[in-house]
């Protein structure tokens, strides 16, 4: 039965690769309790990219942490969390990209409750797309019973990039604010704030000096390096800008 099922899971993840030409979503646990998703897309310029999202689980409740890239992958790692019998209490994006928000109106539709701060549904609106039903207006916030926290700390990959901070856990999701030590860049820039980034991501290294592991947007999570590796790609990034 086991064999069985894993070729029937083959067979479907294949499939959708064959028709989308995109890999199938991964999930998977990074620690007790807090799974990560990735979901990938065919970037202009950029090529083959994928995007992290996390699953946090406690006492059989589930919270999403950034939507996966299409409809289509939202879908399925919602029915991956009812398959499991976890109450699902909502999902945050971070802030308003597609690799963010792009299951927003598919969970709206659900009844499932979406939150994004007051910025990321402000943009969100003026590009008519789909906002979260739940408004973060504070800098500092609290979801989901508890589980985690949201902080923004600045513009740097976009003016609305908050983070989440699981206090339990000392698990910092960075998002895009924050690169994998695998990038040799800072990636899509069209909306980042050069000039602000380096102060934002000193400002999550002194809140969240204490963190165990650190989760970027993008790539390998890693420990607090990946906050000092940024700083670095930045400054080469303005350098870069100075000389043009």
């Not at 890239?69 to 209490?89: E, F």
């Not at 994004?116 to 609106?125: D, H």
């Not at 339990?168 to 909306?191: D, N, R």
Request: with cysteine; net charge positive; proline share 3%.
């Amino acid at each position: 039965m086991k064999i069985l099922n894993f070729i029937c899971l083959f067979i479907i993840s294949f499939t959708l690769y064959a028709n989308d030409k995109l890999p199938p979503l991964e999930i998977t646990e990074i620690q007790s309790g807090v799974y990560l998703h990735k979901s990938y897309n065919d970037v202009k310029g950029f090529g083959l990219v994928s995007s992290n999202g996390l699953i946090i689980i406690e006492d059989d409740k589930a919270f999403i942490v950034d939507t996966p890239w299409s409809t289509k992958d939202t879908a399925i790692l919602v029915d991956w969390i009812k398959d499991k019998n976890y109450q699902l209490l909502g999902s945050v994006s971070t802030h308003s990209h597609e690799d963010r928000a792009a299951g927003i109106h598919w969970l709206n539709r659900q009844e499932i409750p979406t939150y994004a701060s007051s910025l990321t549904n402000e943009i969100l609106t003026k590009a008519g797309k789909a906002i979260a039903n739940n408004t973060i207006q504070d800098v500092n916030a609290v979801l989901a019973d508890g589980m985690m926290t949201t902080f923004y700390p600045g513009a740097g990959h976009a003016v609305d990039n908050i983070i989440v901070w699981l206090p339990k856990l000392k698990i910092l999701f960075g998002g895009c604010l924050v690169k994998s030590m695998a990038s040799k860049s800072l990636g899509y820039t069209g909306e980042a704030y050069l000039d602000k980034w380096s102060d934002s991501v000193t400002i999550l290294q002194q809140k969240y000096s204490d963190a165990m592991l650190v989760v970027p947007g993008h790539g390998k999570p890693g420990d607090l390096k990946l906050l000092a590796h940024t700083k670095k790609l930045v400054k080469r990034s303005l350098k870069k800008t100075l000389t043009n």
